[in-house]
């Protein structure tokens, strides 16, 4: 699947997982070799060097014995995205899209009142997502068929609007309840401070180009999925934050899993997720790793799995 890290609504962060975080910090900690800046000894280090996978080829279980990987590493396979693959890069770039239009209009015209933030934000919405879902079928290997492009534009501008108005009213309610704040402070509270950062995970055995988003204050991995939810989805939070520690030398401790689902409901679905980046987790992801390292030096076949994910790339390469 497409991995994106951004926003949600609110906190991200709670208060009080926040203090969670720093009692588990206190009293159990991290183990210093399961720190991703130990990638050249122990457990970290890669047992196969010259290749390098990307986090989702370690994280994702949608084929249960991994031969996803087999066929990408071993056989060669290239392949385009599903169309659940392609609704949610769309979702993404959707919520990148209000994000960066709050910014603009607030540095562009100063503070505004949240009805008029919203009215903005919502002009042209359905011929800005159009544009966006144009764009991104573009990566199918077919072209997709009308009624399933409409669905997608519907749902996409259903969320655009949702955003919009939530981010608005965010803007109004702060103001309300501080009263005089300079327009940083605003904006640094009505949308939460992530930043993308480019890392090379190669020390680790992982690709020299990730995309890792950190929320600030605290250094939080944030990953946001348009799918159901899946136990091993938390994997990818560690990959994250190991390849975070590996190249900048700087801790990450929390985690945060935003789900989205703009489905047939009116309103889309937003659930939040936290975890402690302890070492059950890291070490399950660096297990996870080996276990592809294996197949792709052994060229070995794992066979078909007995139920196959119904949107898997490689499905009919399998």
Known sequence: MFQFCFVVLG???????AKRVRVFMREVGVSEELRGWSWDSGILSPPLKGVFLGVSDVAARYCPTRRDVYLKYVEGVVV??????????????IISGVVLGVKRCLYSSGLVAGFELYGRLVEDCVGRVRGIVSRCVRLLEEEPCVEDVER????GVRLWRFLALQFSASVDRFVSTHGSLDLDSV????????????VDGSPLGLSRELSVDVLYPGYTVVEVKTGSRRDFHRLYLAGYALAFEADKEIPVNMGVLIYVRAGRSPT?????????LGDE???EFIEARDEVFEIIENERDPGKPLKCYPYCPYYKYC
Not at 11 to 17: A, G, M, Q, R, T
Not at 152 to 155: A, L
């Open 281 to 283: 987790l890291r070490r």
């Open 80 to 93: 385009k995205p599903t169309l659940p693959m392609v609704e949610g890069r769309v979702y993404h770039d």
């Open 152 to 155: 997608i534009v519907e749902r």
């Open 268 to 276: 889309p679905f937003f659930k939040v997720e936290e975890y402690v």
């Open 187 to 198: 904006v640094a509270e009505a949308v939460p401070h992530i930043v993308e950062y480019k």
């Open 11 to 17: 906190e991200i962060v709670s208060p009080k997982f």
